[in-house]
């Protein structure tokens, strides 16, 4: 298990713009610039989707609604990844979860961050 901290959700006007961070301050850097990251997002009564994946070589992957709108982003040499999330509407309030995925595709999970868009 990695630990990972993620930060930055708040509550934010339609329209606006937020930017998570998720930290893996205990990884080996040699262990992390392996990893698979990826920011998944879980609202109410539904189930947990995946919004947007990053690879070892910064290879991007987007879910159909958040393209052109969201942006994910990697530091290796400060062990963290970011979600721009822009023009945000009600639909995109969720807690919002950092994952790992090591080259064994064993995952781990941060808390989560809660996003709130109010219309």
């Known amino acids: 298990q990695v630990p990972l901290v993620e930060r930055g959700g708040g509550l934010v006007q339609a329209g606006g713009s937020l930017r998570l961070s998720c930290v893996a301050s205990r990884a080996i850097f040699s262990t992390f610039i392996t990893y698979k990251m990826g920011w998944y997002r879980q609202a109410p009564e539904k189930e947990r989707e995946l919004v947007a994946t990053i690879t070892s070589d910064s290879i991007t992957d987007y879910a159909d609604f958040v393209k052109g709108r969201f942006t994910i982003s990697r530091d290796n040499s400060r062990k963290t990844i970011w979600l721009q999330m822009n023009n945000l509407n009600s639909e995109d309030t969720a807690v919002y979860y950092c994952?790992?995925?090591?080259?064994?595709?064993?995952?781990?999970w941060g808390h989560g961050t809660q996003v709130t868009v109010s219309s």
């Open positions: 994952s790992a995925d090591t080259p064994s595709r064993a995952r781990s």
